[in-house]
């Protein structure tokens, strides 16, 4: 449990950076390094917040940051944590990319590391398409929505990375939003307080990329979770746990809020609704089934 | 013959290129600056004018991977990329240089990370000077669209067989909008006729790309180097043909200025446009200097670059790359005039890096100074800071 | 060549005014170019664009440093260094305001002339929003003369297939004629 009293009134992530108005990215990483602290050194590769931070001499961040180029962080990371265990230095390395830089260029390295069990939080801030370069599909892109190589709507679904992770057996995963912040830093410490692989997804929405008015960043993170289409789950130890947040509302008053999603016909608009709804069941399934697994991790 | 005039940025015209050449297999990774081109090929295949397969891959390797199946395949495949994604890709450079698959890539150069840097230099692209690839440098929006058509034409012949890198400076070009005549399908299907090349035959199967050992491995690269020597004569008919066709006269190298130069600018990309501003200049104020542009950068064209210096004093060469301690076509230009009859000095530069702006100003005021000292020994690599 | 420089804030479709107005030029006969600043752009951080018309091919790949005309979306940007740089007398200056152009004239300290013309209020009259870009449009071609009314007409068209165009046109019209003269 995460109160806002015990909150740090340190901020991490400063002001005067250069995101859009009302990105989701910047809400979730600020209250990630709230939770974080000082003692944490980032690993990110190229992404909305590789520039956000800023041009030189300029950064955004009050913790030590590393750039590395793209799909290659997990490896930059791997080799940092490795340094400093030989060195018996003790710091956090948190790697912090987007959905492109894992779920497609990075995943091979992502993978690897997960294997591996490397000691580190792996943050994945999923705004669902290639935002730093205008707006092109990624593999988490949703169906339907349209983007610059997409023009007339992705056909593909998102691919589930959280699952994939899960698959991995690490230590920890967990899916997030911003529209839930004390969730989020309840994972957040949750996954601090353990080593190995952890990983957390977490859904940020983005203005100017979903298009949708800058004030409904959070509203947004809450509908997702609420319509099904980005539900809320932990994995640890092998099992998997639901968190159903409030009654189901239909994914059609989550669509129709986003200009990504303006094209939709009715039949594209009953088949996510069916789609969602099957998917959310096979997670059911999935935390049903996997609460009778005993490991020792 | 009706050309229509449109008002293109670099990225927009490479993606008229495309269309014109009827592409088949699309597969691209977006990076800063290319991004505005693979999107307006996925806009044109949207809309039914151009019939072709966009693969999204998830990384540039993967990008080139999936254009040599494609050629492989018998397919007319294009791709795009920068900087990163150009490294990213290498082993693959290689992999259709040697292997001898005709794919066409748009390459919109930009500076080498690290540190982050979005704007242009040359590196990216010069650095792949050896893998195998033709390598040709436009310094405008027509010049993008037009090379994109002959690329395919002189990378399919079957003299020739070499994939072509089309390369222009991120932002200077590819997001500058300029008057671009669009030339008309049916004429650009005369020019470029449907790629036909199926190397898969099931009736009599082959094997393609399995070891070798040493001798055959020789033999192979020999092969190689024989179609790469053949290249350049196809370029030049290529532009020939063009010419003929659509009036607009490419060569491997390009001079330009009013006069008897003693002394030439040798520059490419957006550099050479930028010089071609300042020889303008200097030419109106008297100063006898010209420019040589080099368009073509694989094959070097030892020859014409040779003829084109015959009585000239001296060669200010402007780089925008860097190889260590020296510019990348600096050690190209020195290298094709050892063996030359006439040797003009040397004088190299390196400018414009990490997509500092190359003023016209700042060359005038760079070739005035230097005609001031030209009877001198070059005094080795000059970096030249450039401000309005 | 005429050289210009636009300037306002992200959001604002600096960059497009600078393409309109080139391809307007361009169907009016003239060689040109535009381009926008190369920087990260974020809703509401200072933008610049650059545009030429010429009757010869351009060559140059450089900043517009001293512009014959700058054209400013948002007047609060008048008070920043990069806004004013590399002014020269002559300058024509088109101010997105409702002030008289004598009154931002007093705070420019170069032979230049000042325009003004209210783009946001004619732009909200015709359009419903704040579209200053379009409506700058006419303003710019009563003061430049470097390209036609029909030319806008046709360049917004082109950009923007599914524009609501006579309501926009009605917008670029009321801007050419009511712009106003410093002289005057």
């Known amino acids: 449990m995460v109160t806002i009293n015990e909150l740090t009134d340190d901020e991490f992530l400063l002001k005067g950076n250069s995101a859009c108005a009302g990105c989701g990215a910047t809400m979730a990483i600020r209250?990630?390094?709230?939770?974080?602290?000082?003692?944490?050194?980032?690993?990110?590769?190229?992404?909305?917040?590789?520039?956000?931070?800023?041009?030189?001499?300029?950064?955004?961040?009050?913790?030590?940051?590393?750039?590395?180029?793209?799909?290659?962080?997990?490896?930059?990371?791997?080799?940092?944590?490795?340094?400093?265990?030989?060195?018996?230095?003790?710091?956090?390395?948190?790697?912090?990319?987007?959905?492109?830089?894992?779920?497609?260029?990075?995943?091979?390295?992502?993978?690897?590391?997960?294997?591996?069990?490397?000691?580190?939080?792996?943050?994945?801030?999923?705004?669902?398409?290639?935002?730093?370069?205008?707006?092109?599909?990624?593999?988490?892109?949703?169906?339907?929505?349209?983007?610059?190589?997409?023009?007339?709507?992705?056909l593909e679904w998102k691919k589930n990375l959280p699952l994939i992770m899960a698959a991995h057996n690490?230590?920890?995963?967990?899916?997030?939003?911003?529209?839930?912040?004390?969730?989020?830093?309840?994972?957040?410490?949750?996954?601090?307080?353990?080593?190995?692989?952890?990983?957390?997804?977490?859904?940020?929405?983005?203005?100017?990329?979903?298009?949708?008015s800058e004030n409904l960043t959070a509203e947004l993170g809450r509908l997702a979770v609420r319509c099904g289409i980005f539900p809320l789950f932990e994995v640890e130890g092998g099992k998997l746990t639901l968190h159903k947040v409030g009654s189901r509302i239909p994914v059609r008053k989550y669509l129709e809020l986003q200009k990504r999603f303006e094209d939709l016909t009715e039949d594209q608009i009953q088949y996510i609704q069916k789609r969602v709804d099957e998917d959310l069941r096979y997670l059911e399934i999935i935390e049903k089934v996997t609460s009778e697994v005993k490991r020792d991790g | 013959m009706v050309e229509q005039v449109e008002v293109l940025t670099g990225?927009?015209?490479?993606?008229?290129?495309?269309?014109?050449?009827?592409?088949?297999?699309?597969?691209?990774?977006?990076?800063?600056?290319?991004?505005?081109?693979?999107?307006?090929?996925?806009?044109?295949?949207?809309?039914?004018?151009?019939?072709?397969?966009?693969?999204?891959?998830?990384?540039?390797?993967?990008?080139?991977?999936?254009?040599?199946?494609a050629s492989l395949g018998g397919a007319r495949a294009f791709t795009a990329t920068s900087a990163q994604g150009l490294l990213l890709m290498q082993e693959m450079l290689f992999w259709a240089g040697y292997g001898r698959?005709?794919?066409?890539?748009?390459?919109?150069?930009?500076?080498?990370?690290?540190?982050?840097?979005?704007?242009?230099?040359?590196?990216?692209?010069?650095?792949?000077?050896?893998?195998?690839?033709?390598?040709?440098?436009?310094?405008?929006?027509?010049?993008?669209?037009?090379?994109?058509?002959?690329?395919?034409?002189?990378?399919?012949?079957?003299?020739?067989?070499?994939?072509?890198?089309?390369?222009?400076?991120?932002?200077?070009?590819?997001?500058?909008?300029?008057?671009?005549?669009?030339?008309?399908?049916?004429?650009?299907?005369?020019?470029?006729?449907?790629?036909?090349?199926?190397?898969?035959?099931?009736?009599?199967?082959?094997?393609?790309?399995?070891?070798?050992?040493?001798?055959?491995?020789?033999?192979?690269?020999?092969?190689?180097?024989?179609?790469?020597?053949?290249?350049?004569?196809?370029?030049e008919e290529v532009h020939y043909d063009f010419y003929s066709r659509f009036g607009r006269r490419y060569g491997a190298i390009e001079i330009y200025g009013e006069c008897e130069p003693k002394v030439f600018l040798v520059a490419m990309g957006s550099v050479a446009s930028s010089a071609k501003a300042a020889v303008d200049v200097l030419n109106r104020e008297g100063y006898p200097v010209g420019l040589?542009?080099?368009?073509?950068?694989?094959?070097?064209?030892?020859?014409?670059?040779?003829?084109?210096?015959?009585?000239?004093?001296?060669?200010?060469?402007?780089?925008?790359?860097?190889?260590?301690?020296?510019?990348?076509?600096?050690?190209?230009?020195?290298?094709?005039?050892?063996?030359?009859?006439?040797?003009?000095?040397?004088?190299?530069?390196?400018?414009?890096?990490?997509?500092?702006?190359?003023?016209?100003?700042?060359?005038?005021?760079?070739?005035?100074?230097?005609?001031?000292?030209v009877d001198e020994k070059p005094k080795g690599v000059v970096w030249l800071k450039s401000e309005g | 060549m005429i050289e210009l420089r636009f300037h306002g804030r992200g959001g604002q479709g600096v960059a497009t005014a600078a393409e309109l107005f080139a391809r307007a030029a361009a169907y009016d006969g003239w060689f040109v170019q535009s381009t926008p600043f190369f920087g990260a752009e974020r809703r509401g951080a200072l933008v610049v664009a650059y545009a030429r018309a010429s009757d010869s091919r351009i060559w140059l790949r450089e900043p517009v440093y001293n512009p014959d005309i700058l054209v400013v979306f948002d007047q609060r940007a008048l008070?920043?260094?990069?806004?004013?740089?590399g002014l020269k007398d002559g300058c024509k200056i088109l101010v997105n305001s409702n002030w008289h152009p004598k009154d931002i004239k007093a705070s420019i300290d170069k032979e230049v002339d000042v325009y003004t013309v209210d783009a946001t209020e004619i732009s909200v009259k015709y359009l419903g929003r704040p579209i200053i870009n379009t409506t700058l449009l006419g303003s710019l071609a009563s003061i430049s003369k470097l390209f036609s009314l029909n030319s806008i007409r046709r360049s917004i068209l082109y950009r923007f297939p599914k524009i609501n165009i006579e309501a926009t046109m009605k917008a670029v019209e009321e801007a050419a004629n009511r712009v106003v003269d410093m002289r005057y």
């Open chain 1, 31 to 154: 209250w990630v390094l709230k939770i974080l602290g000082k003692d944490t050194v980032l690993v990110m590769p190229a992404g909305c917040v590789s520039v956000f931070q800023g041009m030189f001499p300029a950064s955004a961040f009050g913790v030590p940051v590393v750039d590395s180029s793209f799909g290659a962080q997990s490896s930059f990371a791997a080799g940092l944590i490795a340094a400093y265990k030989i060195k018996g230095r003790r710091l956090k390395v948190v790697t912090l990319a987007g959905d492109g830089g894992t779920a497609d260029i990075g995943l091979h390295a992502v993978s690897a590391a997960a294997e591996r069990g490397d000691d580190v939080l792996y943050i994945c801030y999923d705004n669902e398409a290639y935002m730093n370069t205008g707006v092109q599909r990624s593999s988490l892109t949703p169906y339907g929505a349209k983007t610059g190589t997409d023009p007339k709507g992705k």
């Open chain 1, 170 to 212: 690490v230590t920890y995963v967990a899916t997030a939003s911003v529209g839930y912040p004390f969730d989020l830093m309840r994972k957040v410490k949750k996954a601090a307080s353990l080593s190995g692989f952890r990983y957390i997804h977490i859904l940020t929405p983005c203005p100017p990329g979903w298009g949708f």
């Open chain 2, 11 to 69: 990225n927009a015209a490479a993606a008229y290129g495309v269309k014109l050449s009827r592409a088949q297999v699309i597969a691209a990774y977006p990076i800063t600056p290319q991004t505005t081109l693979v999107e307006r090929i996925a806009e044109f295949i949207a809309k039914g004018e151009l019939k072709a397969e966009y693969i999204k891959v998830e990384s540039e390797h993967s990008a080139l991977a999936a254009c040599i199946g």
């Open chain 2, 101 to 235: 698959t005709p794919v066409v890539m748009a390459v919109v150069t930009r500076a080498i990370a690290p540190p982050w840097n979005m704007w242009s230099e040359h590196t990216d692209a010069l650095a792949q000077r050896d893998t195998g690839w033709i390598q040709i440098f436009c310094h405008n929006n027509q010049e993008v669209l037009d090379t994109i058509i002959q690329a395919y034409k002189i990378s399919e012949d079957k003299r020739v067989m070499l994939p072509v890198m089309v390369c222009f400076d991120g932002f200077e070009i590819s997001h500058t909008a300029e008057n671009v005549l669009v030339p008309e399908q049916s004429d650009v299907d005369s020019f470029l006729p449907p790629y036909n090349n199926d190397l898969i035959d099931v009736e009599k199967p082959k094997l393609l790309w399995n070891g070798v050992y040493p001798e055959d491995a020789f033999k192979f690269r020999f092969i190689f180097y024989e179609a790469a020597q053949r290249s350049l004569s196809v370029v």
């Open chain 2, 292 to 373: 040589i542009r080099i368009r073509l950068f694989r094959p070097f064209p030892t020859f014409e670059l040779q003829r084109a210096v015959e009585g000239a004093e001296a060669l200010v060469i402007l780089d925008r790359s860097l190889s260590f301690t020296r510019g990348i076509l600096s050690t190209e230009v020195a290298g094709a005039l050892y063996n030359a009859k006439w040797r003009p000095k040397i004088f190299e530069y390196i400018v414009g890096l990490g997509g500092a702006v190359v003023s016209h100003k700042s060359l005038v005021e760079a070739v005035k100074h230097l005609l001031a000292r």
């Open chain 3, 79 to 85: 008070s920043e260094e990069s806004v004013l740089s």
